[in-house]
């Protein structure tokens, strides 16, 4: 596709259950960005691949939260042990090889909302 | 301190006019990038304008404009004409320092109704 894809679209989880959310950025795009956003609230970084390096994961709220890039391509968040304050929706992001002035856009998904319950 | 702060909630604006949403931003770095992002009920979050702090004209992308006050540090987006696709949520985004692939910080937003 033509866009940043995110799989599942919902997801309901019962807590302490492990979930495992999937991106697959805009084919050509080497930076991918995984942002968490609250109701209500603006997105919050998480953290950021360049290829399959993982160079920034300081927005992790905790090691229950991991994330992966092995090929450099698709990327999948994952959450251990789920708590109701996991609740959000979850939005990736990717940028084209060459980010300079505008071309530093971020093109997002249309996120998963994770529920908890 | 907040590094984005969007002062206002909601906003309503009647179809065919113009509107300003607020956006101030806090940063000690001299290169830095400011964004704005419109977020419709869908979810998906798209690219409206862009301004680099070297820039000296104020960005234009269609019926947007960033009126981009340095020394103020303050980044107002302007939509002219609106029209009822505008309603949505609106967020300012800071990128500090000079690397294009800095993690975007972002304020809370405001949520522009357009009225028929």
């Known amino acids: 596709g033509a866009g940043v894809s995110q799989s599942p679209r919902y997801k309901v989880a019962k807590r302490g259950q492990d979930v495992a959310l999937r991106c697959d950025p805009i084919s050509g795009h080497v930076s991918l960005f995984w942002y968490q956003q609250a109701l209500g609230q603006g997105p919050e970084f998480l953290t950021y691949f360049q290829n399959e390096a993982q160079l920034d994961k300081s927005g992790l709220p905790s090691d229950r939260f991991f994330a992966e890039r092995p090929e450099g391509s698709v990327s999948t968040l994952k959450i251990q042990r789920t708590q109701q304050e996991d609740s959000a929706v979850y939005l990736c992001?990717?940028?084209?090889?060459?980010?300079?002035?505008?071309?530093?856009?971020?093109?997002f998904g249309s996120g998963t909302q994770l529920s908890v319950l | 301190a907040q590094k984005i702060t969007q002062t206002q909630p909601g906003m309503f604006v009647q179809e065919k006019e113009a509107v300003t949403l607020d956006c101030t931003y806090d940063?000690?770095?001299?290169?830095?990038?400011l964004f704005w992002y419109k977020q419709p009920s869908s979810g998906e979050m798209i690219f409206l304008i862009y301004?680099?702090?070297?820039?000296?004209q104020n960005a234009t992308e269609g019926r947007y404009s960033l009126n981009f006050q340095k020394a103020r540090k303050s980044a107002n987006l302007v939509i002219s004409a609106s029209q009822l696709g505008d309603s949505a949520m609106y967020f300012c985004a800071m990128r500090e320092g000079r690397s294009g692939n800095t993690p975007l910080v972002f304020g809370k937003g405001t949520r522009l109704s357009v009225i028929a």
């Open positions: 992001a990717s940028s084209s090889p060459y980010p300079q002035g505008k071309n530093e856009k971020l093109f």
């Open positions: 940063t000690s770095d001299q290169s830095y990038g």
């Open positions: 301004q680099g702090s070297y820039d000296e």
